[in-house]
């Protein structure tokens, strides 16, 4: 588990935008735990590693207070992935990574929300379920992590589909939370045993889908109680972020031959073109009140690492944001 003393706050000058860019002063940005997975050595198979004595990286949005850049002026708010500054140098072209995408004006939707309900990760329990998952007709749904910025909105999503949605969490008051005000038809604490008998108290009947965010125990365990040709979306192993060795697989994996299964890993950004679509409909559940979306919000830039280790402690619920400057739009 990273510790306060692994992080440097910095201060460095600031460039002036040239030809192509845009300076931006960030208000908002997220905490991931795909951070975690850049502070190993090598970094990921699809994210490379930090690098010592150079700022993070994480998605964030901001004000335009110089723009050399066509279809960008100042003023124009922007999301982009150079999270963990105060101000970032971007190229608008994206050559040296993902460009900037300029927030629309007139939706009614703060900027933050684009880090939320309206990002990466609202796209990310979409699609996982959508597109991955193939949800079908009664199908019964399991979802770990349900009060997590993913699974929140996984857990909601597939109530609005009309299915029976279990889910887990790390403390009895997520699970209330899971339960009261995110509309689940049950829940568990996964501290409160083994994850077998858990899952199985709540689905005697068993699941077709599961929406994994940890991996692990609760992965074994939804492949115990997987109907034939369930379907597993596998979006995280948060569980073994933080392990000093290798995490072995599955030991029941062979249930996927006999039942038929299907374990289907992906990105959100191998769904990329589904952004449009997931937006409009996200924003009017959003708008009508049947998405709820939960936010943990630190306050200054120096809070970072420690919004970084309470998502790893679980003290979060929903989406965990770090406000570095105040946002005009939101007063």
Known sequence: MPGEDDFELAEVP????????????NTWMSVDPSARLRMQQNGSPYLPAFRLGEALEGWAVGEVIESRAL????????LHPLGWREYALLDAAGAAGTPPELIPTGDGAPARRYLGALSWVGLTAY??????????????VFVSAGAGAVGGLAVQIAKLSGHRVIASA????????????LGADAAFCYRDGPAIELLRDCAPEGIDVY????????????????????RVALCGAISAYNGEHRVPGPGNLFNAVTMGLTLRGFLARMYA?????????MRSWVEDGRIVYAEQCYSGLEQAPRALMDLFAGRNVGKVLVQIADDPEEG
Do not use: C, W
Not at 14 to 25: E, M
Not at 170 to 181: F, H, P, Q, R, T
């Open 14 to 25: 600031v460039a002036a935008a040239a030809d192509g860019q845009l300076l931006v002063r």
């Open 273 to 281: 073109h589904r952004m449009p679509a997931f937006r409009d409909q």
């Open 71 to 78: 279809g960008f002026a100042v003023g124009d708010r922007v």
């Open 211 to 230: 929406f994994d965010n940890v991996g692990g125990e609760q992965l074994e365990a939804a492949l115990d109680v997987m109907r034939p040709r369930g």
């Open 170 to 181: 790390g403390s009895g008051e997520k699970v209330s939370y899971i339960l009261d005000v």
């Open 127 to 140: 699609v996982g379920l959508f597109d991955v998952a193939e949800l079908r007709p009664a199908d019964i």
